[in-house]
T-cell receptor, first 113, second 113 residues
Framework: NAGVTQTPKFRILKIGQSMTLQCTQDMNHNYMYWYRQDPGMGLKLIYYSVGAGITDKGEVPNGYNVSRSTTEDFPLRLELAAPSQTSVYFC????????????FGDGTRLSIL | AQSVSQHNHHVILSEAASLELGCNYSYGGTVNLFWYVQYPGQHLQLLLKYFSGDPLVKGIKGFEAEFIKSKFSFNLRKPSVQWSDTAEYFCASKGGSQGNLIFGKGTKLSVKP
């Protein structure tokens, strides 16, 4: 059971570079989320999607973009990497049912130098 | 805005000691509460969840949590911790119609053998 798969696991970027963090899930979940985790700060929601073609901003969306062309995939795009985006990024998914938990991927550790 | 507060940043215990981690939430509507655990270098895993019914919820690995509505609390407990419980623990509340989680800042638990 793959669940939520994120790639890459680690990446180092230079300031101003761009990259896409990939996230795919095989549970046919409608809801997908991107969080960033910074030490001592918990997880903050960047973007979320309630279904293919529908995305919306979370708490900390600046500097990021997302798309949701299929139910399975929810990539996160960094256009102009900045040191403040150094973080661990987690993708999660859940079903539409209100009392179901979110399932998390293994995370992408991103350093911007 | 909804918020989740975790009282302890870092807890250090010896093996076999009892554990209680505090969590308070601010949302006054429908309650959907979770405890997640993150072992070093790994993704978040669900420990337990509460939506309704018996306020004492049992989860995996011997953990339990008690929902006290009057105190807006959802504290995590374990009678006897093991070295393998060393991890970071996150309390979370489901927020809004989009279903994203509002996380506390986490409590790091270190268990000395």
């Amino acid at each position: 059971n793959a669940g939520v798969t994120q790639t890459p696991k680690f990446r180092i970027l230079k300031i101003g570079q761009s990259m896409t963090l990939q996230c795919t899930q095989d549970m046919n979940h409608n809801y997908m989320y991107w969080y960033r985790q910074d030490p001592g700060m918990g997880l903050k929601l960047i973007y979320y999607s309630v279904g293919a073609g529908i995305t919306d901003k979370g708490e900390v969306p600046n500097g990021y973009n997302v798309s949701r062309s299929t139910t399975e995939d929810f990539p996160l795009r960094l256009e102009l990497a900045a040191p403040s985006q150094t973080s661990v990024y987690f993708c999660a998914s859940s079903s539409r049912v209100i009392n179901q938990p979110q399932h998390f991927g293994d995370g992408t550790r991103l350093s911007i130098l | 805005a909804q918020s989740v507060s975790q009282h302890n940043h870092h807890v250090i215990l010896s093996e076999a000691a009892s554990l209680e981690l505090g969590c308070n939430y601010s949302y006054g509507g429908t309650v959907n509460l979770f405890w997640y655990v993150q072992y070093p270098g790994q993704h978040l895993q669900l420990l337990l969840k509460y939506f309704s019914g018996d306020p004492l919820v049992k989860g995996i690995k011997g953990f339990e949590a008690e929902f006290i509505k009057s105190k807006f609390s959802f504290n995590l407990r374990k009678p006897s911790v093991q070295w393998s419980d060393t991890a970071e623990y996150f309390c979370a509340s489901k927020g809004g119609s989009q279903g994203n989680l509002i996380f506390g800042k986490g409590t790091k638990l270190s268990v000395k053998p």
